[in-house]
């Protein structure tokens, strides 16, 4: 399995970055994730960081080489690390729970999937066209959507992680990928600030190690001195042929057993071990029997 990846973040006219992304594969798998903690809210970027953190451990134990079931896999994660948020809040007595929004990506067999839960965003172009990027779970994209004029704000969605409410989430079909296709989660500080069209033409005619720099600093000119946290993380799938790959940039899985990650599992940056392997697994297998179940009854009718 090839791949090139690159990703950046930065911190923009905000007085911290709250984003937070990464990516881990196996041999014959690939998690791409990105999370946006929420302001407004407290300690944002511990929401964030748990988001990716439980991502990517539960990606280390369950992807041997490969993901059983994706779909399930996807549908998990959002659940496990909201769960996990809820429970950090808990043990600290805070009245108001971190929030984040999260996307995720896996690529496997040579497919993509992927799930979000609020407004950072997951594209997927080819050919210099844009095949599909995910909806945002916010007032602005429902308003769109019916066709209205009423006035609302941007920032306000209808979901997250971490809320007292069951967080809403959307999972994409499987998607075969081409050869040269390009996948890219960002958060809302990049989309915000660029339209689609000029996300597509960056991200057509230029390798990823370039195109996500030149994204993100397009976005940071743009909104000026109020600019939000930036973020992105893009790949672009089995690229041999593509000459003057930046060292470090392109991935190629090998054939052993061997798992890699940027993501750290073992502490917060702020040296808070909090994650615990034997809640986040408990966690894990009460949603996937919970999502058994629906299963079952769906198919019953």
């Known amino acids: ?59 280390q134990n369950e992807a041997k080489p490969t993901l059983p079931d ?50 950072s965003r997951v594209y997927l172009v080819r050919n210099s066209k844009l095949l599909a990027r995910t909806r945002d779970h916010s007032y602005r994209e429902l308003r769109d959507a019916m066709g209205t004029t009423d006035a609302v704000n941007r920032n306000v969605l209808f979901t997250c992680l971490g809320s007292p409410a069951r967080p809403m989430y959307d999972v994409s079909n499987a998607m075969t990928l081409d050869s040269g296709d390009r996948i890219m989660l960002c958060s809302d500080g990049l989309w915000d600030a660029l339209d689609d069209k000029a996300i597509v033409q960056v991200l057509s005619h230029q390798r990823v190690s370039q195109a996500v720099p030149t994204l993100v600093e397009m976005a940071l000119r743009k909104a000026g001195g109020n600019s939000d946290n930036v973020t992105a993380v893009a790949m672009q799938w089995e690229t041999p042929g593509i000459p003057d790959a930046t060292e470090g940039e392109a991935v190629d899985t090998g054939t052993d057993d061997t798992f890699a990650s940027t993501i750290q599992t073992d502490e917060f940056e702020t040296g808070d071990n909090f994650l615990d392997e034997e809640a986040i697994e408990r966690s894990i297998a009460e949603i996937n029997e919970t999502i058994r179940r629906t299963a079952a009854r769906k198919a019953q009718g």
């Open 1 to 59: 399995m090839k791949f090139s990846v690159f990703q950046l973040s930065r911190q923009g006219g905000r007085a911290t970055n709250e984003d937070r992304m990464g990516y881990a594969y196996t041999r014959d798998a690939c998690l791409f994730v990105l999370a946006d903690g929420m302001g407004g809210h407290p300690q944002g970027e511990v929401a964030a960081q748990i988001a990716i953190q439980t991502a990517a451990l539960k990606f």
């Open 70 to 119: 994706v779909g399930a896999f996807l549908s998990s994660v959002v659940m496990v690390a909201h769960e996990q948020i809820l429970r950090y809040a808990a043990a600290r007595g805070m009245a108001d729970a971190p929030r984040t929004t999260l996307a995720v990506a896996i690529v496997q067999d040579g497919q993509v999937r992927w799930v979000h839960c609020g407004d």
